[in-house]
């Protein structure tokens, strides 16, 4: 990729508008890449689920450990759910800014 492609994606990521959680969706930290586009994510209430990625974001969205991710939980199983967003660098110190979610609770799960 050229250095004029990387500016370019850099800028239009930094015009995004944060996307913040709604009702039902909640905030959470991926803990281990499970395969099969399926990841291990805790979240900021306290609950460790099972979340898959969607389509969508397969091969465009990269997920790694430690990423802050926004998490939609099914109904019918609490413990699972769909990943709906994956949050920058620059979107995350907004998001402690803004105390949704706290530096401790992110660096904790990173260090698993």
Request: hydrophobic residues 40%; charged residues 35%; contains cysteine.
């Amino acid at each position: 990729m050229s250095d004029i492609a990387k500016k370019k994606r850099r800028r239009v990521e930094e015009n995004r508008e944060l996307i913040l959680p709604s009702e039902g969706q909640v905030l959470c930290v991926v803990e281990e890449i499970i395969g099969a586009d399926h990841v291990r994510v805790r979240c900021v209430d306290g609950v460790t689920r099972v979340c898959r990625i969607p389509g969508k974001f397969r091969r465009r969205v990269w997920m790694n450990e430690g990423d802050v991710v926004l998490v939609l939980p099914w109904d019918f199983q609490p413990n699972k759910g769909d990943i709906v967003h994956r949050y920058s660098r620059d979107e995350v110190r907004k998001l402690i800014q803004q105390e949704l979610i706290s530096q401790e609770f992110i660096e904790s799960v990173g260090a698993l």
